[in-house]
Each structure stands twice: as structure tokens, then as C-alpha cells.
């Protein structure tokens, strides 16, 4: 499993945008498509919204991914 921290710049990130940044998705569609497949969960729960606000402390996780998010 690849483990990513991602530092926040803002108050927030959404989800499908950090799947981008990160190239854990090559794109913001593919990544929007990721989410609506059910193939993220964030803190151990499995997550259909694609631009669901992510602040620091939160956990995502893809089958090959874990994102933590830290305030910046």
C-alpha cells in the first residue's frame, strides 16, 4: 500500500480533487468515477460523494492508496 501525507493549503480539500493531485487518479473525471464506483473509503467509511470536504485529520483510503490529510 502506498502511504501519502498530504499538507492542506486551505480549510478543506475536496475528495475527488486530492484523488487527482495525488495521481492516485489520472484525472478529475477519473477520479469522480472512482468515488461513484465505491472504490474510496475516508475513516474506514466507504464514501460516494465526489466532493466531499476533507480537513486534516482525515483518513482516505483506495485499495492501493492511504491518504492522510494534515493541516498546513
Known amino acids: 500500500m502506498n502511504r501519502h501525507d498530504f499538507v492542506l493549503q486551505g480549510e478543506y480539500i475536496e475528495l475527488y480533487t486530492l ?3 495525488l495521481a492516485i487518479a489520472p484525472s478529475g ?3 469522480k468515477t472512482m468515488v461513484a464506483e465505491g472504490l474510496v473509503r475516508v475513516d474506514g467509511e466507504l464514501e ?4 466531499r ?3 486534516a485529520g482525515a483518513l482516505v483510503q483506495t485499495d492501493e492508496d492511504e491518504v492522510h490529510v494534515r493541516a498546513g
Do not use: F, P, V, W
Open 53 to 55: 470536504k476533507l480537513y
Open 19 to 21: 484523488l487527482k493531485l
Open 48 to 51: 460516494t460523494r465526489k466532493a
Open 29 to 31: 473525471g477519473a477520479a
